[in-house]
């Protein structure tokens, strides 16, 4: 890994680094092989409530408290990718870092990425939590985080928690509910993404989204 190796090295084998040190009767590959398994995917197991780690035997406060750091390191470091250069130049980057933070989530939540005039990240917010319908989401509090950022453009996005990313009839309503009204305070919806599990659909791109 230090000779910059790192893609050669499995899933399991970068937590072990995390850990550290295993327990008796089993090495670190073999605890973090075991907790892949245990929550499905190095994703999962990082997202994982900290009660859940915790009741894994050989995982202390410390191990956790170190997996919760890796995971917030990573969010930070993508972020930082957004705010460097627009975002449309690097939509994977918006992509995996939408994955990383609603991919995994296991209620439905409704976020913004708001933008400035260059389309580089001002700030990520999530606005809403549960079902996401035009009931539920109250575009004043769009309209006021855009306002209190000076946001030129945003783009919105949601998770799915059954993991299918197909935008609902609901989510289309929304979209095209929400577009206009945030033309009219001069903000530009660039985009509105359906984070699924390991999969994202944009509506942008589905032609839902125009002008």
């Known amino acids: 890994m230090l000779r910059g190796d790192i893609s050669r090295l499995s899933d399991a084998e970068l937590l072990a680094v995390c850990l550290r040190t295993g327990t008796a009767g089993r090495n670190v590959t073999?605890?973090?092989?075991?907790?892949?398994?245990?929550?499905?995917?190095?994703?999962?197991?990082?997202r994982a409530p900290p009660t859940a780690l915790m009741a894994v035997s050989g995982l202390g406060e410390a191990k956790v408290a170190t997996l919760k750091a890796t995971l917030g390191l990573a969010e930070r470091v993508m972020?930082?990718?957004?705010?460097?250069?627009?975002?449309?130049?690097?939509?994977?980057?918006?992509?995996?870092f939408l994955r990383l933070k609603l991919g995994t989530l296991t209620r439905e939540v409704f976020a913004c990425l708001l933008l400035d005039t260059r389309h580089r990240l001002l700030r990520f917010e999530i606005l809403f939590h549960g079902t996401i319908d035009s009931a539920s989401v109250h575009p004043r509090e769009l309209i006021r985080s855009c306002l209190d950022t000076n946001a030129a453009a945003v783009i919105l996005a949601h998770n799915h928690p059954s993991g299918v990313a197909e935008p609902s009839l609901a989510d289309i309503a929304l979209?095209?509910?929400?577009?206009?009204?945030?033309?009219?305070?001069?903000?530009?919806?660039?985009?509105?993404?359906?984070?699924?599990?390991?999969?994202?659909?944009?509506m942008a791109s589905r032609g839902l989204i125009v002008g």
Not at 30 to 46: E, K, N, P, S, W
Request: hydrophobic share 45%; charged share 25%.
């Open 79 to 96: 972020a930082e990718e957004l705010h460097d250069a627009p975002v449309f130049s690097s939509s994977l980057a918006v992509q995996r």
């Open 175 to 202: 979209t095209e509910r929400l577009q206009p009204l945030l033309r009219e305070v001069g903000v530009r919806l660039l985009d509105h993404l359906v984070i699924g599990r390991g999969q994202e659909v944009s």
């Open 30 to 46: 073999q605890l973090a092989r075991a907790l892949i398994d245990q929550f499905g995917t190095l994703r999962q197991v990082l």
